[in-house]
């Protein structure tokens, strides 16, 4: 490697907010074309770390060097004029806004004073078809899914001819369809010579698409390995324990039965659907696309009704068809939509307004 492949060195950061020490001496470094993945469990510091680097905070101690010369980040037009975009998980977008104006916001092109409408909207289609994404620059971002959103965001990193591309969880709302999609956009970009940060939870995606990963524990980072590191290896720096402590095979404090279903049904929707969720317990269900399993917890919450069946918490029946009587019961509902749609717009407000 020649000095001039190294496009970010982060040396000892420290970063505590009040009660908490977030980063507690973080070393990270990135290289031209490579994807450098951040691991670390909730809490670790990661999102924190990436902050320092988007201008949303500021280092206590510690020096931030962007191509060989430290920088100070004091906001985010520090971060853009360094070259470094930040795509938070839950976007940076202006909902009513279009396309275009959102990948150009505050650098729209003028003529006469007028802000170019033609040229932006034929600015932002090259753009657009660069990631790949089908997606008119007219159509207001409000309109668009969380994949597409996630596309634009990118369309407008590259806008800024991005060297660093800081990808926070970005796979944390896609299908796996859209996975493969946005794995592709990373590894052209790569290509190009971009260095991407990538903070991610699952770990079979650091071997498919990264290059080095740097873990962090406890606001420190831990352990630089390359990407092809097994994941039991990874878990092990991640936790500082051996897998087999992390995920024990019986759980010693599993209570009594908090939910049961028994026998749910909706005709034609889903059929004799039965479970228990025990006190201090993680159901997963699982299924393919339409197998209605979004549909079975609706009806467990209320918001559905079914034909046969029963849903009980702590052994008495919980009405049917009744989102009322199911809270008042103690059953909450976070759906997937609400939940990413809540992400992207009210978050975005709150951090908008900070800068
Ligand atoms: N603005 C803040 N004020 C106070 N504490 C904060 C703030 N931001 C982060 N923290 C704390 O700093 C620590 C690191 O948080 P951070 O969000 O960086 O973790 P993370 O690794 O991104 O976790 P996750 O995987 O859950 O996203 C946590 O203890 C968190 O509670
Ligand atoms: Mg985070």
Redo the contacts with the bound molecule.
């Keep these: 490697m020649s000095d001039t492949d190294e496009l970010l060195r982060i040396e000892g950061i420290r970063k505590t907010?009040?009660?908490?020490v977030?980063?507690d001496g973080v070393d990270f470094d990135l290289r031209r074309g490579e994807v450098h993945v951040l691991l670390?469990?909730?809490?670790?510091?990661?999102?924190?770390?990436i902050?320092m680097l988007s201008g949303a905070y500021t280092p206590d101690a510690g020096r931030i060097l962007v191509g060989g010369e430290e920088a100070r980040i004091q906001g985010a037009q520090d971060s853009e004029r360094l070259g470094i975009a930040t795509i938070y998980q839950e976007f940076n977008l202006v909902p009513d806004l279009t396309v275009a104006e959102n990948i150009f916001l505050g650098r729209q092109p003028r003529r006469f004073g007028m802000i170019d409408r033609k040229r932006m909207e034929a600015d932002a289609e090259v753009l657009l078809k660069r990631v790949g994404v089908t997606v008119s620059p007219r159509a207001r971002v409000r309109e668009l899914g969380i994949a597409r959103l996630q596309m634009v965001e990118i369309a407008k990193a590259l806008s800024l001819d991005a060297r660093v591309l800081i990808m926070?969880?970005p796979t944390a709302v896609l299908t796996s369809e859209e996975v493969e999609k946005l794995f592709a956009i990373v590894r052209t970009l790569r290509e190009d010579g971009v260095g991407i940060v990538f903070?991610t939870?699952h770990l079979e995606e650091i071997a498919a698409l990264g290059d080095r990963v740097t873990v962090?524990r406890d606001?420190r980072s831990v352990g630089q390995v390359p990407a092809s590191t097994p994941e039991d290896e990874l878990v092990r720096l991640m936790v500082g324990r051996s897998i087999e402590q992390q995920y024990p095979r019986e759980r010693a404090d599993r209570g009594g039965a908090l939910l049961s279903v028994e026998g749910l049904t909706r005709d034609g929707v889903f059929h004799d659907v039965s479970f228990e969720v025990h006190a201090g317990e993680v159901v997963g269900v699982a299924g393919l696309v339409g197998a209605g399993r979004t549909e079975v917890v609706r009806a467990v919450f209320g918001a559905d009704p079914y034909d046969k069946g029963a849903v009980k918490v702590a052994g008495s029946a919980v009405p049917k068809y009744d989102v009322n009587a199911a809270m008042t019961a103690g059953i909450g509902l976070i759906p997937r939509t609400a939940r990413a749609r809540a992400w992207c717009w009210t978050r975005r407000s709150r951090r908008t307004s900070g800068w």
């Design positions: 907010f009040p009660g908490v977030a980063l670390g469990e909730n809490g670790a510091g990661k999102s924190t770390l902050k926070d969880e903070i939870h962090i606001g």
